[in-house]
């Protein structure tokens, strides 16, 4: 059986992959995602975790291959300048230029910095559930895992000078080693130069008195092996090296290595194998349309998202077109879920064969789990009608969607949760923004219109009820987009709002001639 090309972008990737392994030289065929310890695991960390989940799914369900997904900790990595949000600044300060795995950990738990943000990373991993190994450098590198990498590095260090050097300023050039070697006096990383180096026997002679800003350095100078963890690669070199030794297939990374990736995919050539297949990824932005890298936040996480919406519908927003920035912020959780949702209520109608192609597929294990949800009850409706009752009694927001549809009741604990979640956003986001605006005394005499035409329709027609407002601002000589506008901001304290048929039919009649009437008789009496 062929099976259908499918279009979506985690299948493109896997076919890219599947050409590429047509004989894979090992099994399972390995994904890799990259973490730097030098700070919280974040929503970066999880979008790239997650994207490389959906590469590694659809290219499972294309192959049937075994595959495994490496989380990478580059704990390693010096420490060059203190994080301004670690306590202990002092301690930090002394162990600058030190590797990350050698570095006390500030908050005093594990047995080191890079130990604490390892620990970090995998219960943040294990919340959501993602299917992964973590490999800390530091353990590779101990146990030998890249010492046949080394020995090639080491003899080619001549090779691999050619491809780097001319990428950097000619300052930078001078003294600069594939090598990093830790001072065995003073444990410190950055602040070692290479001055000989000896292939025959897998060792290199360094000094430690390279000062960078402010890493200091003690001025040892000794021998040591490039095996088992003596040394570190710097960092182009240190992605070929893990590629080269665990036979990576395919990894993703953010827009900011692309560059990175052309030299390690060079170095890793000129070591004898091939650079995995990948994919950049375009970085996150904030409201302002700024980039926003380690300090994504002012707030927003994984967790506070989904105290707000669902988890699925911020995977959902991740998962379109990964080339394109997206923009990060609360604003976007309101169309952010209804996208969801309307994904969702698409998938039930899709024929099997075209359901790979849905991002509701990747998102819930190929389509092993996908919950049943077939209402045109969405996040925005669910906003409007607390905008209109209030936002202190979700049995009532319940009751009111019930009448509103009675199919409402199948999918209640989907619902049920979208409601606490909307109250939430509605309290947090929506009403600190409210502006109730007082209507004029012409526009309090189109209010009162309005409610008379409702006072006097007996139907229940969604149309009908929609041509209301047309009318009244056909009979005031205003425009339509006009006389909306005025509505919202005088019932809804906002600029938009829900069509006015719907609105009736949400809150029903009796209390939507309720709201219009308390609206003009406090106006008037003023
Ligand atoms: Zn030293």
């Given amino acids: 059986m062929t099976l259908p090309a499918y279009k979506s972008w985690p299948f493109q990737e896997a076919q890219k992959l599947q050409k590429r392994f047509a004989q894979p030289a090992s ?9 730097g310890p030098s700070g919280m695991p974040h929503i970066g960390t999880f979008a790239e975790v997650a994207r490389t989940t959906w590469v590694r799914h659809a290219f499972e369900f294309l192959t049937q291959w075994p595959t495994q997904l490496i989380a990478f900790s580059d704990d390693m990595d010096g420490l060059r300048k203190v994080p301004l949000n670690m306590p202990q600044q002092e301690m930090l300060a002394e162990n600058l230029g030190k590797p990350l795995c050698r570095i006390p950990d500030p908050f005093g738990e594990c047995e080191s910095y890079s130990a604490y943000m390892n620990k970090k990373l995998n219960e943040f991993l294990d919340s959501y559930q993602f299917d992964y190994t973590f490999q800390s450098s530091y353990e ?36 600069w080693s594939p090598f990093f070697p830790i001072c065995e006096k003073c444990s410190r990383i950055n602040s070692t130069r290479v001055i000989h180096y000896h292939p025959e026997n897998n060792t290199i002679e360094y000094r430690c008195d390279r000062e960078e800003g402010p890493v200091k350095s003690c001025g040892h100078k000794g021998t040591t092996s490039i095996f088992d963890g003596h040394v570190k690669v710097g960092w182009k070199i240190d992605w070929a090296l893990r590629w080269y030794s665990y036979d990576i297939g395919y990894e993703m990374y953010g827009k900011d290595l692309i560059e990175s990736a052309t030299l390690s995919g060079k170095i890793v050539r000129l070591m004898g194998k091939q650079p995995p297949i990948g994919q950049f990824y375009e970085l996150f932005l904030d409201e302002e349309g700024r980039k926003i890298s380690k300090s994504v936040g002012k707030g ?133 923004n409210k502006n109730y605006r007082r209507p004029d005394k012409e526009e309090i005499k189109m209010l009162k219109t309005l409610r008379d035409e409702l006072a006097n329709y007996e139907g229940d027609d969604e149309n009908e009820l929609q041509s209301m407002p047309f009318n009244v601002a056909r009979m005031f000589n205003e425009s339509p987009g006009n006389f909306f506008k005025m509505f919202y901001e005088v019932v809804f304290g906002q600029e938009r709002g829900p069509r006015f048929g719907t609105f009736v039919q949400l809150v029903g009649k009796d209390k939507a001639l309720n709201l219009l009437d308390t609206l003009v008789n406090r106006n008037n009496v003023d």
């Fill in 140 to 175: 590779a590198y101990t146990r030998g895992d890249f010492n046949e990498g080394l020995a090639i590095i080491l003899r080619k260090v001549e090779d691999i000078k050619a491809i780097i050097l001319p990428t950097m300023s000619a300052e930078k050039r001078t003294n």
């Fill in 300 to 432: 927003l996480t994984i967790d506070s998202w989904m105290d707000y919406a669902p988890l699925e519908s911020l995977l959902y927003y991740i998962f379109q077109n990964p080339k394109q920035a997206k923009r990060l912020f609360w604003g976007i959780v309101p169309k952010s879920v209804d996208d969801y949702l309307a994904g969702l209520n698409h998938y039930a109608m899709l024929d099997s064969a075209k359901q790979p192609d849905s991002t509701i597929w990747h998102l819930f294990n190929k389509g092993a789990n996908v919950p049943s949800y077939r209402t045109s009850t969405n996040f925005s409706l669910i906003n409007n009608l607390i905008s209109a009752v209030g936002a202190d009694d979700i049995d009532l927001i319940l009751e009111y969607l019930k009448r509103y549809d009675s199919s409402t009741e199948k999918f209640a604990p989907i619902i049920e949760d979208l409601v606490h979640k909307a109250m939430n956003y509605y309290r947090d986001f929506i009403l600190p």
């Fill in 27 to 35: 099994l399972p065929v390995r994904f890799e995602t990259g973490f």
